[in-house]
């Protein structure tokens, strides 16, 4: 059977666009859903010239009709996702189409003091996260002292568990000169947050799967970028899930046969938020100026972005791993003018030409880039361009060679932050 089913989901480091490319896919949906991650993403969509920020809501939540689903393996902060509802849909709640699954995992304050508190402790060897508690949330979920959406609605469980998680995190925060957290204005606090989320929450893998098999169509929206995954992104300067398509079935409750295509959204240009290797990297005023015309800071944590040229060679090797079979490329518009222009096509390491990305940070932090140069893209009327063909020719042999390069068809080229200058030429549904 063909399913109706599109991973959407970042191919770099994170903030490649991924909200506006969702929401514009997500009006062709029926159901958007987010299954990792949380509160660290930050899309940011553009509606009618108004910036909207989201973080753990999907991003087919302006959609009216569009369900949106937050699946297992999303972590959630259930006083931040509360804010969210509040700022989104203030006094209109009822507009809001949205599922929790009941085996997510609850982000809870003492996740977020001992996500800054592990940094400190690491000094120069950090990983720079977005200190919203994302590791200390997964690793109580693999230590098995986690505690999920779905124990808000018990409450002698919710007290058991608790008892459990902060029995060892106590002991942990103590340790570390922190102060412990009170057990039971915690538990009256959860218990007021239980009340206003139960409407959501619910065995999100069942709505997913009737809506799958009954030919809807599904949109998974992966958070952060493919070089951020937790087992294939540049370890150990990742996040702590799995935002690609090989980790759905898992943090969806869907079988794998379910996802049929993958959509990887591609920034014309690199950029990451954090420390990690970057052998593209461009620390100069080449980079300064892409920074500023592309308005890269970050959503969530307003840091500046590093910038760099595009590396075809790691984003072969997340092609590789997460089976992209088209490709949605991304700040198309920020290129145009841009002299000197250029894209990595091999690393060279200790003299040699490679085209993979070594496993160690290490090895990987040696790797020097190797380049091929491209003409500058000339302004051009952006409305105007309907097909491939449209484009300018400069634009063609830059955007050709990444499609030869990596095997999927430009399926959509955004190039501007409202609707109307995303331009598809390709269907997806
Ligand atoms: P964490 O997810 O807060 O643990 O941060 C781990 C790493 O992932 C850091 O380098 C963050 O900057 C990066 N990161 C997390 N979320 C995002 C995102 O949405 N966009 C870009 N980078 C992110």
New binding site residues.
């Given amino acids: 059977m063909e399913y109706k089913t599109l991973s959407v989901e970042g191919s770099q480091?994170?903030?490649e666009g991924k909200g506006k490319i969702t929401d514009y896919i997500a009006s062709h949906a029926d159901v958007v859903c987010r299954y990792q991650?949380g509160n660290?993403?930050?899309h940011s969509i553009e509606i009618d010239g108004v910036r909207h920020a989201l973080r753990s809501l999907p991003s087919g939540i302006y959609e009216k009709g569009v369900l949106n689903v937050i699946a297992n393996g999303v972590v959630v902060n259930p006083f931040a996702i509360l804010e969210e509802i509040e700022e989104n849909f203030k006094g209109r709640e009822k507009d809001l189409r949205l599922a929790i699954s009941d085996r997510a995992h609850l982000i809870l304050p003492y996740h977020i003091q001992l996500?800054g508190a592990y940094e400190d402790l690491m000094g120069k060897n950090k990983?720079?996260?977005?200190?919203?508690g994302?590791?200390p949330c997964y690793s109580d979920k693999a230590k098995r002292i986690g505690i999920r959406v779905g124990d808000l609605l018990d409450k002698d469980y919710l007290h058991e568990r608790l008892e459990t998680a902060l029995g060892v995190n106590n002991k942990v925060l103590v340790g570390l000169g922190k102060e412990s957290v009170d057990i039971e204005k915690l538990y009256s606090d959860l218990l007021v947050v239980a009340e206003r989320l139960r409407p959501y929450i619910t065995d999100t893998s069942v709505l997913l799967n009737e809506a799958i098999d009954a030919g809807k169509k599904v949109v998974f929206e992966g958070?952060?970028?493919s070089l951020?995954d937790l087992d294939h992104g540049t370890y150990p300067?990742?996040?702590?899930s799995s935002p690609t398509s090989v980790s759905i079935p898992v943090n969806a409750g869907i079988a794998p046969y379910k996802v049929q295509r993958v959509l990887a959204i591609m920034k014309s240009y690199m950029t990451r938020?954090?420390?990690?290797p970057m052998p593209s990297e461009q620390d100069n005023e080449w980079g300064n100026a892409i920074r500023e015309r592309g308005h890269e800071y970050?959503t969530?944590?307003k840091r500046p972005r590093r910038v760099g040229y595009l590396d075809l060679v790691l984003l072969g090797y997340t092609s590789r791993i997460t089976g992209v079979t088209d490709l949605a490329v991304t700040l198309f518009d920020v290129l145009e003018g841009v002299e000197n222009l250029k894209i990595c096509v091999d690393y060279s390491l200790d003299g040699k030409i490679i085209d993979y990305v070594p496993a160690s940070a290490k090895t990987y932090a040696h790797c020097k880039p190797i380049y091929k140069e491209f003409k500058t893209i000339p302004h051009f009327e952006h409305r105007k361009i309907h097909s491939f063909g449209d484009l300018p020719i400069e634009a063609k042999e830059y955007l050709g060679f990444i499609k030869d390069r990596l095997g999927a068809d430009i399926a959509i080229l955004s190039l501007g932050a409202e609707r109307e200058d995303t331009v598809t030429f390709k269907e997806l549904f």
């Fill in positions: 480091f994170g903030d991650g660290n993403a930050g996500d990983i720079g996260t977005t200190h919203k994302i590791g958070a952060q970028g951020l300067f990742v996040t702590s938020v954090g420390e990690g970050g969530v944590t």
